[in-house]
């Protein structure tokens, strides 16, 4: 018998976790825009719980324009201060400036690469140390906690579901980057 992951069962009423761990959480993404919004939940998330991100996700979409990689590539000051002063989402400036630097970095990674998922996969597999490290040397405010929810939230690394979990199988058969054979 198939038991839902430990989390779910222990917090049977949330919506808001219950719905990410049936339906993002471990899933392979593989467009960029998606990619950059998981960095940038997983490091407004630090210090918090992840269920004030869930809640706040949808205003994270809004005031970072869908994730567009370009867009908060190039955002200036006028838009640091709107995000600084917007109350829907994490106000914390570190958190807001690695934001938009993080979408320059990614925009030279696309630039050499040709996307975020080429250069992803370029480094595919890794330990998750040396993710960490890697992440650290071309972003910031990516220490290994951030890292590695990153990683196991978008399928480079294995550990996002129980093996009894019925989430697992439906991530199994989308051959996450955690299966597929090394390089």
Known sequence: MSTYCEYCNTHPEDFY???YHNSQYGFPLEEDN???ERLILEINQAGLS???ILKKADNFRHAYARFDIETVANFGEAD???LLGDA????NRLKVNAAIENARRIRQIQMEVGSFQNWLDAHHPLSKD???KL????FVFTGGEIVNEF????GYLPGAHDETCPVFAIIQQQNPPWLRPTR
């Not at 829907?88 to 106000?91: C, E, L």
């Not at 992440?135 to 071309?138: C, E, N, R, V």
């Open 17 to 19: 976790n219950h719905t």
């Open 34 to 36: 998606l990619l950059f």
């Open 50 to 52: 992840w269920i004030t």
């Open 80 to 82: 640091r201060a709107r």
């Open 88 to 91: 829907g989402i994490i106000r």
């Open 130 to 132: 040396e993710w960490t």
């Open 135 to 138: 992440f650290k040397k071309t």
């Open 151 to 154: 990683l196991m939230s978008t």
